[in-house]
């Protein structure tokens, strides 16, 4: 004769099997998957007095506000000033190898100020940039160029090829620019130190404002 089983019986077997098979399925918190932590990008401001803050007080560089202004932003980026006053193209070309050396995602380039100012030739600044942006793209690193304008002093056969030197660089290796770094900086003397050529803190606080939405389309958050 076949013994009764309750169904009670049977549905509490069934229940503590299922109970017991949902918790090996289930992972201790410890072993779950955690998101991975953002990758922090390396940006290097490469350059001459601009971009060293030269004619500001000590934290007020562009870079410095750049800093802060990427940090509210949310971005985890590690910004690196490598401006050194009376640079010419010709200076940064024997410092690119050393930029590379950093492995940055995202250089920002400020030369050429320096040149013009002294009259160098034009084709002659033109190509010192095109050395340092091709070293740069060849360690696949992004470019920002920042764009200058020299003063109409210095007379239109020279301002002129000049100030064009930057929007055709920028289309020949499609990069982003930023048409002229001191724009509504240079030329308002509240902005400007002493020396009327470089911006004070409160100028280079703008400077970082023209550069930051060229910025950030090229970092990831």
């Known amino acids: 004769m076949r013994r009764h089983v309750p169904a009670i019986f049977i549905r509490s077997k069934a229940g503590i099997l299922a109970a017991l098979l949902a918790g090996c399925s289930t992972l201790p918190a410890s072993a779950q998957h955690k998101p991975s932590a953002p990758r922090t990008q390396t940006v290097v401001c490469f350059g001459d007095s601009l971009t060293a803050g ?18 509210a932003a949310s971005y985890h980026a590690t910004i690196l000033n490598q401006g050194i006053s009376g640079n010419t193209t010709k200076d940064g070309v024997s410092r690119v190898a050393n930029i590379i050396a950093e492995h940055p995602s995202l250089v920002l380039l400020e030369f050429g100020a320096n040149d013009g100012l002294r009259g160098q030739p034009v084709d002659g600044i033109q190509r010192n940039l095109v050395t340092m942006i091709e070293a740069l793209q060849h360690a696949h690193i992004k470019v920002l160029l920042l764009g200058m304008q020299l003063p109409p002093n210095l007379g239109p056969d020279y301002v002129k090829p000049f100030d064009a030197m930057y929007p055709a660089l920028a289309a020949r290796y499609k990069l982003r620019l930023v ?3 001191l724009k509504d900086v240079y030329g308002h003397d509240e902005l400007m130190s002493a020396d009327s050529m470089h911006p004070n803190g409160a100028g280079y606080a703008q400077v970082a404002r023209n550069v930051l939405p060229f910025v950030e389309p090229l970092l990831e958050k």
């Open 179 to 181: 048409p002229f770094l």
């Open 54 to 71: 030269y004619g500001a007080a000590p934290g007020t560089s562009y870079p410095d506000f750049l800093r802060k202004a990427l940090e």
